[in-house]
């Protein structure tokens, strides 16, 4: 199974998006992104050969980095919950190499305010890669016309927090274990991310990101 985010020679420069413009064909956000240690990813919609290899990112999950009971333990919870996720929302996944990374999803794909939830391997934390997959979910978001987007986040993950406040979330409800963020999709989020990663925006210059 074919999951890779890019071609080339072993010790190859993995493309620096940093002076690209664009063209009228991209999507919402470049796909391709660069972390703070320089190594080259790509950012995509989730597609039906996925599946194996997101599996197997969620059952590699640690217990320790799971939040809220999610994601779920065991083979057959982490199946049904993903073919929910699948079928009615809308997923993007992080390509390292021939791994999946990081998964990113809202619910339902087609409701006015759908819930985010981001997720990533516990050995690609601290990369930016889980602000990137925000930037491109919210981009995504806001190109389909969405109203805004909601999310629950623990109330003692307090980077989470400020890696979402960062991003423009704002906080609407804060329960005794978890608050409820939200973020209004208007022209001018739109314009923010819908652009390929900047040097301003890597994680090793804001110094935020999972």
Same mark, same amino acid.
């Given at each position: 199974?074919?999951?890779?985010?890019?071609?080339?020679?072993?010790?190859?420069?993995?493309?620096?998006?940093? =002076?690209?413009?664009?063209?009228?064909?991209?999507?919402?956000?470049?796909?391709?992104?660069?972390?703070?240690?320089?190594?080259?990813?790509?950012?995509?919609?989730?597609?039906?050969?996925?599946?194996?290899?997101?599996?197997?990112? %969620?059952?590699?999950?640690?217990?320790?980095?799971?939040?809220?009971?999610?994601?779920?333990?065991?083979?057959?919870?982490?199946?049904?919950?993903?073919?929910?996720?699948?079928?009615?929302?809308?997923?993007?996944?992080?390509?390292?190499?021939?791994?999946? /990374?990081?998964?990113?999803? %809202?619910?339902?794909?087609?409701?006015?305010?759908?819930?985010?939830?981001?997720? /990533?391997? *516990?050995?690609?934390? =601290?990369?930016?890669?889980?602000?990137? #997959?925000?930037?491109?979910?919210?981009?995504?978001?806001?190109?389909?016309? #969405?109203?805004?987007?909601? +999310?629950? /986040?623990?109330?003692?993950?307090?980077?989470?927090?400020?890696?979402?406040?960062?991003?423009?979330?704002?906080?609407?409800?804060?329960?005794?274990?978890?608050?409820?963020?939200? #973020?209004? #999709?208007? *022209?001018?989020? +739109?314009?923010?991310?819908?652009?390929?990663?900047?040097?301003?925006?890597?994680?090793? /210059?804001?110094?935020?990101? *999972?």
């Amino acid at each position: 199974m074919d999951v890779t985010a890019g071609e080339g020679n072993e010790g190859d420069t993995f493309w620096d998006p940093s =002076n690209c413009t664009g063209t009228p064909y991209c999507p919402p956000r470049c796909p391709r992104f660069v972390d703070k240690f320089g190594e080259g990813l790509v950012i995509r919609p989730y597609e039906e050969r996925d599946w194996d290899a997101l599996n197997e990112m %969620y059952r590699d999950y640690a217990r320790e980095h799971r939040s809220m009971g999610l994601p779920p333990v065991g083979d057959v919870y982490i199946a049904d919950w993903l073919t929910g996720l699948v079928d009615h929302g809308r997923n993007f996944v992080a390509v390292d190499g021939d791994r999946i /990374v990081g998964h990113i999803t %809202y619910v339902p794909r087609e409701g006015p305010e759908p819930e985010l939830a981001v997720f /990533v391997h *516990q050995d690609s934390h =601290n990369r930016g890669i889980g602000t990137e #997959l925000c930037r491109h979910v919210i981009a995504d978001a806001a190109a389909a016309g #969405l109203d805004a987007l909601i +999310l629950h /986040v623990a109330k003692e993950n307090r980077r989470a927090i400020h890696v979402y406040l960062g991003l423009g979330f704002e906080v609407v409800e804060s329960e005794s274990t978890d608050t409820k963020m939200r #973020l209004d #999709l208007d *022209q001018s989020v +739109l314009a923010k991310t819908r652009t390929t990663p900047d040097v301003g925006e890597r994680p090793g /210059v804001r110094g935020v990101g *999972q």
